[in-house]
């Protein structure tokens, strides 16, 4: 029993971690059809960012409001520089540019803070023990603030005007356009907003995994499974994929194997595509097109 | 301008074949045997990346997988090296089958997601399957090629030669597909799928025809590889080595006859142009790809096509979709 609550809060985590980049992803891929592959490289640089922030000031907090805005006005610029100039370019064209972004961020934060890892202080210390699972306050700021932020992305999806015309774009861009909406400036936004989640969720994770180049890797490709796994442009079902992926991957590494631990995700990618291609939430039509 | 490319093409092959006798140093000839090695991998990319439109970040798994098979079947079961090609095809195939038809109904993304899954799942194989392949630790010494009558492969411009022979055959095959019916409906298919569709040619079974030959093709590459090198770990196999071709391709230029040599030049070349600034290689790397991505986004060699174009037809530079057609016509 306490495994089991100990790998149910392990996976719950991890997959909070798993569901915020893949919720920007899903916003991004929904929005421009754009694979941004640096949302990982994203992450990177957000935990980087709130190491070097968190500690000059000393405060953990701030490092993370300062990663957050930072990384928004790099989805910004990069948006702006790369990707919006390849708009007519073929989807593969995108793919590698993303790829092209992550060794850019990943060589930069290489020759900026060398290979070593950085290690941050959790924000509250200790921990509190639930149902006979070990929890530290670090695991559960990670939850919770996941959480307030989904719940504040789904009201501004649904009920802002903003919002309304990210999903518009989505939906259809020539239908957004009709209507006077501009679906450069909503894609802007929609970058902006998966970078800014991509940061927040690197700063959340800095303390528990360190700071080094290569940290997001895992991240980008695990939010690729999450919105496959959820349907392509599902936010909320990228939410739900990210902790059913978090929880598959924990619990499979405490009752299996920890040694195939990075094999649950695949496998199970593998058999929502022979299952359910169009994913847990897609629409039939969006994946058979 | 076709017949400039193709003369180009094959006044390379003597210029292949003496390189060795040229080229002065063991460092040089070893740098030239990888690009011609990895050159096979990148001919295989590109009939499925760059004629198919088919972005696959699993052929580096299928790379693996075939030097694998060797390096096994040689290392703990005493093959014959020719013996083990068969092998390595057939584990090609079936694993460019199984992508294929998991993934090849659906649209876009889907296939560049799986194949990520499958090169992560290939790496992880090697990696973890620590009976057959050693794990991390690695599996070695493999020995070099077996000889055939009355050639030995024991010298290095030997190895070289037989690498080089391989990576010919390679493009041969790729060149045959290309201008076959088969590389004419995959380039309809990549112009226009719908237009392709309401033709009558079956996208699923062009592409899936496309890919095995390509999965076959770059499990042998790895066959090449890995009595060449003597030595496998999981990094020959690796989700590194997916990125790192598929974007020495793009520079060097996909969906043309020269990219794959020329992406396989950069991709061993440029590491080591960038030695002595190691912390600043992979940044230079990402650099020079959106540089090319962005303003010459056919690659070296396609760019290097579009001036011949332009210099022997002075019309209007054609779009860059009709000339993919013109080409394989």
């Given at each position: 029993?306490?495994?089991?609550?100990?790998?149910?809060?392990?996976?719950?985590?991890?997959?909070?971690?798993?569901?915020?980049?893949?919720?920007?992803?899903?916003?991004?891929?929904?929005?421009?059809?754009?694979?941004?592959?640096?949302?990982?490289?994203?992450?990177?640089?957000?935990?980087?960012?709130?190491?070097?922030?968190?500690?000059?000031?000393?405060?953990?907090?701030?490092?993370?409001?300062?990663?957050?805005?930072?990384?928004?006005?790099?989805?910004?610029?990069?948006?702006?520089?790369?990707?919006?100039?390849?708009?007519?370019?073929?989807?593969?064209?995108?793919?590698?540019?993303?790829?092209?972004?992550?060794?850019?961020?990943?060589?930069?934060?290489?020759?900026?803070?060398?290979?070593?890892?950085?290690?941050?202080?959790?924000?509250?210390?200790?921990?509190?023990?639930?149902?006979?699972?070990?929890?530290?306050?670090?695991?559960?700021?990670?939850?919770?603030?996941?959480?307030?932020?989904?719940?504040?992305?789904?009201?501004?999806?649904?009920?802002?005007?903003?919002?309304?015309?990210?999903?518009?774009?989505?939906?259809?861009?020539?239908?957004?356009?009709?209507?006077?909406?501009?679906?450069?400036?909503?894609?802007?936004?929609?970058?902006?907003?998966?970078?800014?989640?991509?940061?927040?969720?690197?700063?959340?994770?800095?303390?528990?995994?360190?700071?080094?180049?290569?940290?997001?890797?895992?991240?980008?490709?695990?939010?690729?499974?999450?919105?496959?796994?959820?349907?392509?442009?599902?936010?909320?079902?990228?939410?739900?994929?990210?902790?059913?992926?978090?929880?598959?991957?924990?619990?499979?590494?405490?009752?299996?194997?920890?040694?195939?631990?990075?094999?649950?995700?695949?496998?199970?990618?593998?058999?929502?595509?022979?299952?359910?291609?169009?994913?847990?939430?897609?629409?039939?039509?969006?994946?058979?097109? | 301008m076709e017949m400039t490319g193709r003369v180009l093409a094959w006044a390379?092959?003597?210029?292949?074949?003496?390189?060795?006798?040229?080229?002065?140093?063991?460092?040089?000839?070893?740098?030239?045997?990888?690009?011609?090695?990895?050159?096979?991998?990148?001919?295989?990319?590109?009939?499925?990346?760059?004629?198919?439109?088919?972005?696959?970040?699993?052929?580096?798994?299928?790379?693996?997988?075939?030097?694998?098979?060797?390096?096994?079947?040689?290392?703990?079961?005493?093959?014959?090296?020719?013996?083990?090609?068969?092998?390595?095809?057939?584990?090609?195939?079936?694993?460019?089958?199984?992508?294929?038809?998991?993934?090849?109904?659906?649209?876009?993304?889907?296939?560049?997601?799986?194949?990520?899954?499958?090169?992560?799942?290939?790496?992880?194989?090697?990696?973890?399957?620590?009976?057959?392949?050693?794990?991390?630790?690695?599996?070695?010494?493999?020995?070099?090629?077996?000889?055939?009558?009355?050639?030995?492969?024991?010298?290095?411009?030997?190895?070289?030669?037989?690498?080089?022979?391989?990576?010919?055959?390679?493009?041969?095959?790729?060149?045959?597909?290309v201008r076959?019916?088969?590389?004419r409906?995959?380039a309809?298919?990549?112009q226009?799928?719908?237009?392709?569709?309401?033709?009558?040619?079956?996208?699923?079974?062009?592409?899936?025809?496309?890919?095995?030959?390509?999965?076959?093709?770059?499990?042998?590459?790895?066959?090449?590889?890995?009595?060449?090198?003597?030595?496998?770990?999981?990094?020959?196999?690796?989700?590194?080595?997916?990125?790192?071709?598929?974007?020495?391709?793009?520079?060097?230029g996909?969906g043309t006859a020269l990219g794959?040599?020329?992406?396989?030049?950069?991709?061993?070349?440029?590491?080591?142009?960038?030695?002595?600034?190691?912390?600043?290689?992979?940044?230079?790397?990402?650099?020079?790809?959106?540089?090319?991505?962005?303003?010459a986004p056919h690659g070296v060699a396609g760019t290097l096509r579009r001036l011949l174009v332009e210099r022997e037809r002075p019309a209007p530079e054609p779009e860059a979709e009709e000339e993919k057609v013109s080409t394989n016509a």
């Amino acid at each position: 029993m306490e495994l089991f609550t100990q790998t149910l809060a392990n996976g719950v985590m991890l997959g909070s971690i798993y569901a915020l980049v893949a919720a920007g992803l899903a916003l991004v891929f929904g929005v421009m059809d754009i694979p941004q592959f640096a949302f990982g490289a994203h992450a990177m640089i957000g935990g980087y960012l709130t190491w070097w922030v968190g500690g000059e000031t000393g405060s953990y907090w701030l490092g993370l409001l300062v990663a957050v805005a930072a990384l928004a006005a790099l989805g910004v610029i990069t948006h702006a520089a790369v990707f919006d100039q390849l708009r007519k370019a073929p989807s593969e064209t995108l793919f590698i540019a993303a790829f092209g972004l992550v060794m850019v961020l990943q060589g930069a934060a290489q020759v900026i803070w060398g290979p070593d890892p950085r290690s941050v202080e959790e924000a509250v210390p200790g921990s509190i023990t639930i149902a006979g699972a070990t929890i530290t306050y670090q695991r559960l700021i990670i939850i919770g603030v996941a959480v307030a932020l989904f719940v504040g992305l789904h009201l501004f999806l649904t009920r802002t005007l903003t919002g309304l015309s990210v999903r518009a774009a989505a939906q259809s861009r020539t239908g957004a356009q009709a209507v006077g909406l501009r679906p450069r400036a909503v894609g802007l936004l929609a970058m902006a907003i998966g970078s800014a989640l991509a940061g927040l969720a690197g700063a959340l994770l800095v303390p528990i995994s360190q700071a080094y180049p290569t940290v997001g890797d895992p991240l980008a490709i695990k939010a690729f499974v999450v919105i496959v796994l959820a349907g392509m442009g599902s936010v909320n079902g990228a939410v739900v994929g990210g902790i059913v992926l978090g929880a598959v991957e924990a619990f499979g590494a405490a009752y299996l194997s920890l040694e195939w631990r990075d094999a649950y995700p695949v496998l199970l990618l593998i058999l929502v595509l022979v299952v359910r291609p169009q994913g847990l939430f897609g629409k039939e039509a969006v994946a058979w097109r | 301008m076709e017949m400039t490319g193709r003369v180009l093409a094959w006044a390379l092959v003597p210029l292949g074949a003496v390189l060795p006798f040229v080229l002065g140093s063991p460092y040089a000839l070893q740098l030239a045997s990888l690009v011609v090695i990895y050159g096979g991998l990148m001919v295989a990319l590109n009939l499925c990346f760059g004629y198919g439109g088919l972005v696959s970040v699993a052929h580096g798994g299928m790379f693996g997988a075939g030097a694998y098979a060797t390096g096994v079947l040689m290392t703990t079961h005493q093959w014959n090296f020719w013996a083990t090609l068969p092998v390595a095809a057939v584990l090609g195939c079936a694993m460019g089958g199984l992508l294929g038809l998991l993934t090849l109904r659906m649209h876009g993304h889907y296939f560049v997601i799986a194949s990520l899954a499958f090169g992560l799942m290939a790496q992880l194989v090697l990696s973890r399957w620590t009976a057959v392949t050693g794990g991390e630790l690695g599996l070695g010494p493999i020995p070099t090629y077996s000889g055939l009558p009355g050639v030995s492969f024991e010298s290095p411009t030997a190895r070289y030669l037989l690498a080089f022979g391989f990576l010919v055959v390679f493009c041969g095959v790729s060149a045959l597909v290309v201008r076959s019916p088969l590389g004419r409906r995959l380039a309809a298919i990549k112009q226009n799928g719908r237009l392709a569709d309401a033709l009558g040619i079956d996208p699923v079974r062009t592409r899936l025809a496309a890919l095995l030959i390509s999965s076959a093709m770059a499990a042998l590459a790895g066959s090449v590889y890995a009595p060449y090198i003597g030595f496998l770990d999981p990094s020959a196999g690796g989700i590194d080595l997916n990125f790192k071709t598929g974007l020495a391709l793009i520079i060097g230029g996909g969906g043309t006859a020269l990219g794959p040599v020329i992406g396989a030049a950069v991709h061993v070349l440029l590491p080591e142009a960038l030695r002595g600034a190691q912390e600043y290689s992979v940044l230079a790397l990402g650099v020079v790809l959106l540089v090319v991505i962005r303003f010459a986004p056919h690659g070296v060699a396609g760019t290097l096509r579009r001036l011949l174009v332009e210099r022997e037809r002075p019309a209007p530079e054609p779009e860059a979709e009709e000339e993919k057609v013109s080409t394989n016509a």
